[in-house]
């Protein structure tokens, strides 16, 4: 009789545990499932690359560690003028020159082997690339594949270039602002040392027969003071305030004039001219212009010790010709004065410190600084521009431009040297002691009667108080409180027909010629003699 099924069950269950199959090995559908998962993981992280490298700003590159390419973007195939699917497989290095190729080489190397990514700059054909090279790791820490980025900063460069030349013009500019300052305050106070001295000796001569024995003293004295005014005239006009008496003028006449004096003294220089027939004038003060040139032919002379060529040039050129050196150029016709010589030339170490005062290459005892320092303001007083190009062994081209106008020169009449007498009341402002006390001084000698204020506040409580009787207002510029300039204006209101002569230790310009334009007489320019004084004030109460 067969075994009851149960049964079997029964003892299966109660006694030993039958042994299980092993478990069967994954289904070849569960393989495939996996690869087809790491297909997708693959694909999105040559998607996700292929992304980045394009979104890139600049051009990008994947390499193996051999420098064979993998991928690369948009930007790079456009700047190298190639399709991206032909460089893909290539070497990196046939899309540089072999030297730049092998250094680029070995900062791919520094990577592979450091693992840090590494950052640099080179050149290749004229342009210049900001480039860098990150290292790409398996999950074991290995470099396996590298991403290279490299940006074109050549126009960056320049502008950065650009900036940097500009900040330098622009803090030299400030400097010489600021040293142009105190040199205009020096030369003030000097000027109204030099008045009082000046008074004093004109009052002095004004009794003294020329056959007096302190009469040749006395004018030995006054060209002393002269030479000191020669002085502060090359401080002021370094300071910018040395335009005095501005008139038209003809640049090439007193070029012809200065340079043939020059070259007199120095015959071994030979001048070669080229000089515009059609020049337009210039507005300027003949002897501050006198000045520039000398200068300029002196500083020629000194880098010629052994002869050579000067040349000469004017021209009347648009503001678009002078170069631009940080500053903005008023629009306009120039006249250019070019001095060129065949000289030693100027080191590029000192080239831009040229204009400096008390700068010089000379031996000491053979040369102040200050030649080159007051052109350079004299010209800038005028509105004008001066520029200097040179090499070492080269020689050296100063270039000088005047505002152009079509106004000629007039024949102006000759003074008759002598001091004049006359009558009337003059009203004299000035807050220093010795030059009011000298001044006033020299007034009565003429003749007048001298009313004095030591502030503008008195000038204004005097002039008020005796308007009816004051014939002319002799009113010093630079004052504490209140100004020459608001005195003025004051006076004005008072008496719209009130004569002022403006007086200072600067020069007729800046403030003193926006005072002028606002109706003012006449100018003095401290230190004044007697006859100064006396043809300006006939002149001007002689229409009263």
């Not at 950052?119 to 594949?145: A, K, L, M, W, Y």
């Not at 006054?222 to 006009?237: C, F, P, Q, V």
Request: aromatic share 6%.
């Amino acid at each position: 009789m067969g075994e009851d099924p149960d049964n079997r069950m029964a003892q299966a269950g109660c006694g030993e545990v039958p042994r299980l199959k092993p478990a069967a090995p994954p289904v070849e559908g569960h393989n495939i499932s996996d690869r087809r998962h790491k297909a997708e993981a693959l694909r999105n992280s040559e998607e996700t690359a292929r992304v980045l490298l394009n979104a890139a700003p600049t051009a990008a590159f994947m390499i193996d560690t051999q420098g064979i390419v993998l991928a690369v973007n948009h930007m790079a195939a456009t700047r190298l003028g190639l399709a991206a699917e032909a460089m893909v497989g290539r070497p990196i290095s046939e899309f540089s020159p072999p030297s730049v190729a092998e250094s680029r080489r070995q900062k791919e190397v520094e990577a592979i082997r450091t693992g840090a990514s590494v950052f640099f700059e080179d050149t290749c054909e004229g342009r210049t690339f900001f480039t860098s090279v990150h290292p790409v790791c398996n999950e074991r820490g290995q470099v396996i594949q590298l991403a290279v980025h490299s940006r074109d900063i050549t126009e960056e460069k320049k502008s950065e270039a650009e900036r940097r030349t500009l900040t330098i013009q622009l803090q030299q500019a400030q400097k010489m602002e600021a040293i142009g300052t105190l040199a205009g305050g020096i030369a003030h106070d000097f000027n109204n040392l030099l008045m009082a001295i000046q008074g004093n000796v004109s009052l002095m001569l004004f009794d003294t027969e020329p056959s007096h024995p302190h009469h040749r003293t006395l004018t030995n004295i006054e060209k002393l003071i002269r030479s000191g005014a020669d002085l502060t005239s090359k401080l002021l006009g370094y300071a910018r305030k040395g335009k005095y008496e501005s008139r038209p003028l003809m640049l090439n006449d007193l070029l012809q004039e200065t340079a043939e004096t020059f070259g007199r003294m120095r015959k071994d220089i030979r001048i070669e001219w080229n000089l515009a027939p059609d020049l337009k004038g210039i507005i300027a003060d003949k002897g501050q212009v006198e000045q520039v040139l000398l200068n300029l032919f002196v500083n020629a002379s000194d880098a010629m010790p052994g002869g050579g060529k000067l040349f000469l040039k004017t021209d009347t050129v648009a503001h678009g010709k002078i170069p631009s050196k940080g500053y903005a150029i008023r629009p306009g016709l120039y006249v250019r004065l070019t001095v060129a010589d065949t000289g030693v030339g100027i080191d590029k170490d000192i080239i831009e410190r040229i204009f400096d005062p008390f700068f010089t290459t000379k031996k000491m005892g053979r040369g102040t600084g200050l030649g080159l320092a007051s052109a350079y303001g004299i010209v800038k007083s005028h509105n004008g521009y001066i520029d200097v190009v040179s090499e070492k062994g080269q020689g050296s081209t100063f270039s000088v431009y005047f505002p152009a106008t079509d106004a000629r020169p007039t024949v102006a009449g000759e003074k008759n040297g002598k001091p004049e007498e006359g009558f009337g009341t003059i009203l004299l402002v000035d807050d220093e002691t010795v030059v009011l006390e000298v001044t006033a001084a020299m007034i009565r000698r003429l003749g007048y009667t001298v009313l004095i204020a030591r502030s503008g506040r008195e000038a204004v409580a005097c002039y008020t108080e005796h308007a009816d009787r004051i014939n002319a207002v002799i009113l010093d510029m630079i004052m504490p409180e209140i100004g020459g300039g608001e005195v003025f204006d004051q006076l004005k209101r008072i008496n719209p027909r009130v004569k002022v002569l403006l007086a200072s230790g600067y020069s007729m310009e800046g403030q003193a010629r926006e005072i002028m334009s606002r109706g003012c007489d006449g100018f003095l320019q401290k230190p004044f003699t007697l006859e100064d004084i006396s043809v300006r004030l006939r002149s001007l109460i002689g229409h009263s």
